[in-house]
């Protein structure tokens, strides 16, 4: 794994393009992965191209940037159940979280970017989890994101280091 490659995990929304920012700045090489999984506010993905364009362009970043890779994970959308992938009025669930929390999302957002991260020979993965403005989603917990971390380590054989910046 290339120490100085990095996978941004990027929608095109402001925070992983403020995560890509933060990569550019440390990563000689830097890709993206986006995930369309059936959200029903798909403007970020269609934005993700002139971000790419504009960023790819400025100066001391022109070169660094590499593919840009968008995966289907509709299995979240035939899962259901959310306002994110529903059409449905945003409210609070009975166990105390939003219904717009897609179980499981970043868990299956990691996994899937570290095996393209490991045929890419990219080290780090870069995503916009936060654990202080995650709205109770458990899977934005530093401790979720860092036991995953070890998982795919363990589970792919490779030393993966995921960056929250956020």
Known sequence: MND???LVLFSGGQDSTTCLAWALDRF???ETVGFAYGQRHAVELEARPGI???LGNMPGWAGR????HLLSLDVLKEIGGTA???DR??????NGLPNTFVPGR???FLATAAALAYRRDCRHLVGGMCETDFSGYPDCRNDTVQ???RALTLGMDANFIVHTPL
């Not at 940037?65 to 840009?68: E, M, R, S």
């Open 4 to 6: 100085r490659h990095a």
């Open 106 to 108: 970043n868990i299956l």
């Open 52 to 54: 790419l364009e504009r």
């Open 89 to 94: 009025t945003i409210e609070m669930s009975k």
């Open 84 to 86: 994110l992938t529903e």
């Open 147 to 149: 036991a995953t971390a």
């Open 65 to 68: 940037l590499g593919a840009d």
């Open 28 to 30: 000689a090489h830097v």
